[in-house]
């Protein structure tokens, strides 16, 4: 018994201090320069040679938007001292890749802070472990919410979100960014609308959901942005439906206030960046990228299901693993739960 009450506090003592336990697991990330980039894959392919700094896993060459041109982009960057405009390739950094850049769009990077105060090889570091802490955090929160507090679940499916192939594939490209993103949107509206009545949270979860929406609106890849921007709208109409949130005046004057700080950065950006903008809407792709769903077949809904063969198992004699990663599917388990009839709704207190 005194054994079960210690490890049941000891449960609650990670999940009260998840926020403080998630900075020192980006810290230490940072002193020992840990990052998930294939970027090793120039020793062989470039160098000819053998020698790896790789401590867990292989290298991907098939993750060439990674380590061929968004990490030697961001490396640029801190050469030519974080320019919007990099002068070296002549790119608009904002908009290529979301690189770091010395301007106040970076406030819907926060992954990219660290490229502001410290060398270009722990700021990198601080890029994927604050990237994946915080990921895993707003999946957590969010998953609190549409699973009724129940903590066990909470955290399997906040594991399954952040380490999901279509997420880990696409980790520093656009999908990583904007799941990030809608999750983050989605959890700080809920509370914001639905459960918070103090002022100074209040005040947090509005700089929070500016950060989240600045975030996804500068990720520029409408492919993604459109189908997540109608589940937060959907989200959205839910909240209000559902919770029937009432507005003090110091509520609303704070989700205005939000709302004009998202629009003027946005306004910022389109002065800064119209003519590369204009550039990309008239490129091939992706400027003229159409796409209107219906062209899967049979063999693509095997993808859930066989993504968690893809770190270990090449699969290009279908597609290849990025195009094939997706999120898992807990489909063929349903049946099985529906019979049991768990009840998930109730909450262990010692969790």
């Not at 472990?129 to 919410?145: P, Q, R, T």
């Not at 066990?152 to 880990?168: E, M, Y």
């Not at 509370?191 to 918070?196: K, R």
């Not at 159409?290 to 597609?319: C, E, H, Q, R, W």
Request: glycine fraction near 4%.
């Amino acid at each position: 018994m005194g054994l079960e009450l210690k490890n049941n506090k000891e449960k609650s003592m990670l999940y009260r201090f998840r926020y403080i336990i998630g900075c020192i697991i980006v810290v230490l990330g940072v002193l020992f320069n840990i990052n998930m980039s294939s970027i090793g894959v120039f020793n062989s392919v470039y160098n000819d040679s053998d020698e790896s700094t790789t401590m867990i896993g292989v290298p991907r060459e098939i993750r060439s938007d990674e380590w061929l041109v968004q990490t030697p982009f961001y490396f640029s960057q801190s050469e030519d001292n974080y320019q919007i405009l990099n002068d070296k390739i002549n790119e608009n950094a904002i908009i290529m890749y979301n690189a770091p850049v010395k301007d106040i769009t970076i406030i819907g990077k926060p992954f990219n802070w660290g490229f502001l105060f410290l060398p270009k090889d722990r700021a990198y570091s601080f890029y994927w472990m604050s990237k994946l802490v915080i990921l895993f955090l707003v999946s957590f929160e969010f998953c609190m919410i549409i699973l009724k507090r129940n903590k066990k679940l909470s955290l399997f499916s906040a594991l399954i979100i952040t380490f999901s192939p279509g997420v880990q594939w696409w980790f520093m490209q656009h999908l990583g960014d904007l799941i990030l993103f809608t999750l983050g949107i989605m959890t700080m509206l809920y509370y914001f609308l639905a459960v918070n009545k103090e002022l100074w949270k209040d005040v947090l979860l509005a700089i929070g959901l500016t950060i989240f929406s600045i975030g996804f609106i500068l990720v520029i890849y409408p492919a993604f942005q459109v189908p997540l921007a109608y589940l937060i709208l959907f989200w959205l109409i839910g909240i209000v439906i559902i919770e029937s949130p009432k507005f003090s005046v110091t509520k609303l004057a704070i989700i205005l206030g939000s709302i004009f700080a998202i629009s003027m950065v946005c306004y910022h950006f389109y002065v800064v960046s119209a003519d590369a903008l204009k550039l990309l809407l008239n490129t091939i792709y992706p400027g003229a990228r159409t796409y209107s769903g219906g062209s899967f077949s049979l063999i693509d809904f095997a993808d859930p299901i066989s993504n968690i063969l893809l770190p270990v198992k090449s699969i290009s004699n279908i597609s290849n693993n990025c195009e094939s990663a997706a999120f898992f599917s807990l489909m063929p388990f349903v049946p099985i739960l529906l019979w049991n009839k768990r009840d998930y709704d109730k909450v262990d207190k010692y969790i």
